[in-house]
């Protein structure tokens, strides 16, 4: 199959783009480059060694022995957009190219505009695409678990039954995002669901939880295949920098009380179940809602556990709470449908300290990437709008 | 109080001008004339014939005995709202600076996108410029009955009560829009919602539904004083677009089967809500939202009305019903409520046959510049994208 992947530079494109090719499918890719520019204004960079994009395009070549089809270029300019549509002519489009950061758009008035506006536009451009170029592909389109926010009732994949009054209906699940960045993805999740029903068009919303791991079978013992990995406050999430921060001795600390529980699942979950949606499409007009994580966790409950697998590794570390820069609840109510994508065949990988030990393992060998950006591993950018480095709770 | 009115030139903005200066508010406008230039866009024009904004401000001053301070611009600007807050410090603003068309987001993917980065982008603006420099004013916003569409179930005013699997929460009602415009719509809303917990604002959310009416008492005999009436299928909305298609002796036509139902109100009774609404201010970090509407009609019997008002009027005309251009269920449950405002002691005209009469009389009087413009009256944008006027039914 023909599959389009919108931020293939990233941390997941990249990745997605290996596990396609190894399963036989043409792939190609546009990215201009943002994620890059951004850890680097985090003052941060990528632990694992990043090739530019020119050599990643070889090495996937020689690895492949087939092209990956690159774009350069914002997909906010149309013109680009029109061109891969229409010399691609994709049978999918993955669409991973979105400012994927929280921290990044709560920094300041211009970060949040930009972050909304590039959301909310590039996907704009990709449904219009669709519909003009490529009318019978679908759309699996990166959402986020964070779009539900923490309600105190079950979270169901996307759409609930409600009685109300005495009469019933199936209405979308009333989404409460925590950020900027989490409404931009709640904005697009609507223009597509409206996208399906006006142009007739097919898409799956994959409300993802949070991605954790250095690498997916693909990438082997070749360095050059490695995908980045984050531990900025803005492009680092929790296990990722809690696993960071034990490389290179830092306490591990979960925000606030630290009791927050979100959808995990490891980088090779994520790219199982997206190869699933995009291998088991939906029907014309249909919109569909996957609810894409391994199993719910407590951030502290998984701060202990790189804790232990840092410990047989011989690390010593500690968990140590700092102020939380987010406004959310710290102990709350979760429980989260996620039966769609097991009901497709999605098998979970349920090791998480296995997993746990390859990152730490990886990691190690990058210990001095980390110690060489270690100031960008505790948040300052607070929610209110503040600038101030998070202080340790103790 | 200080009240601030973006959009100011539009039908709304110029009518609550003058409605809050009669009653001793202190009112300062902006805007960018976008409203004139998109009728004309539309080969249409104001049926009332309406002075260009400088001379609308030298009527004001010699009206109120005060002078309506006035921006000239684009609220997506940043400099220009900075410069509007820092110089005018409002105690209130009402939001009318949207671009308010379903058809025209409709017409194509530049005015979609144009649709939605407006509406989306102004509002961020004035939701940063109001954290910044009036973070105890208060933000009436104006919203959309449309941003619910049309549920099987009631519709609440924003938020209610649901119990789900045997657990209860309290979550926004879900929105169904049916437009890019009414879907711009929702992401302002979500927006605002956030910010008032992020940032602790103030803010309503007026869920509007459909305006009809050339005038408010304020405009007295002073022609000078009147506010735009749009009939083109873009800016004009329906009881608007009949009188206007009863005084040159058109048919009167609903879209489709015309048994679409909406909430329905005066430009008086509009003026009145949003000033109690200005008057009577939510609590900080307060989000709340009031449907604004007096009763809910069925779209051919208001077509009915205005054939029966007109026939007393002397005009003998039809009511033909023709294709539908817009995607929308046609015949349907319809049960929003509307206390919030009746609570806060809005008192509703009530009659609408009353207020028909009046609108049609003053149409009269231009019944040349409809004629002149009497091709834009049939619509042509279809939301599944073809550009081609519907044909009449019969």
């Not at 759309?139 to 539900?148: A, F, I, Q, R, S």
């Not at 060998?365 to 300052?380: G, N, S, T, V």
Request: net charge negative; aromatic share 10%; hydrophobic share 40%.
């Amino acid at each position: 199959m023909r599959v389009f992947i919108p931020g293939v530079d990233g941390y997941l494109g990249w990745s997605l783009a290996l596990y396609l090719a190894a399963r036989g499918h043409e792939v190609a890719g546009a990215d201009a480059g943002f994620r890059r520019r951004w850890v680097e204004e985090m003052g941060s960079d990528s632990a694992t060694p990043i090739l530019p994009i020119e050599e990643r395009l070889l090495v996937f070549k020689e690895t492949f022995d087939g092209e990956l089809r690159f774009w350069d270029g914002d997909l906010c300019d149309w013109d680009l957009v029109e061109e891969i549509f229409t010399e691609f002519r994709p049978e999918a489009v993955v669409h991973l190219g979105e400012c994927p950061s929280a921290p990044y758009s709560m920094i300041d008035r211009e970060h949040t505009t930009f972050v909304q506006r590039n959301n909310v536009m590039n996907t704009l451009n990709i449904i219009f695409a669709m519909r003009d170029f490529a009318p019978d592909a679908q759309l699996v389109k990166l959402g986020t678990m964070g779009e539900y926010g923490t309600p105190n009732i079950d979270i169901p994949e996307g759409f609930f039954e409600v009685e109300y009054r005495g009469r019933k209906d199936r209405l979308p699940f009333p989404r409460q995002a925590g950020s900027w960045y989490h409404w931009s993805k709640v904005h697009g999740s609507n223009n597509i669901m409206f996208a399906c029903k006006l142009y007739g068009l097919r898409a799956t919303d994959v409300m993802q939880g949070v991605v954790f791991g250095t690498r997916i079978d693909e990438m082997g013992d070749d360095e050059r295949l490695l995908t980045r990995l984050d531990f900025d406050e803005a492009f680092g999430t929790a296990i990722n920098r809690f696993s960071c921060q034990a490389v290179i001795g830092d306490p591990l600390t979960p925000f606030g009380k630290g009791h927050q529980r979100r959808g995990f699942l490891p980088l090779r979950d994520s790219m199982q179940c997206l190869t699933l949606a995009v291998d088991n499409p939906p029907e014309a007009s249909e919109y569909r809602v996957f609810n894409q994580f391994e199993e719910t966790y407590d951030v502290t409950e998984l701060a202990r556990k790189v804790q232990k697998v840092s410990g047989d590794l011989g690390m010593d570390v500690e968990v140590i709470n700092v102020e939380n820069p987010r406004l959310e609840l710290e102990e709350h109510y979760y429980t989260p449908d996620h039966q769609n994508l097991l009901d497709l065949g999605y098998q979970p990988t349920h090791d998480v300290e296995a997993e746990m030990k390859v990152m730490l393992e990886d990691l190690l060998r990058y210990k001095d990437r980390i110690e060489a950006h270690k100031d960008a591993l505790l948040p300052q950018m607070r929610w209110d709008g503040r600038h101030e480095k998070v202080h340790y709770l103790k």
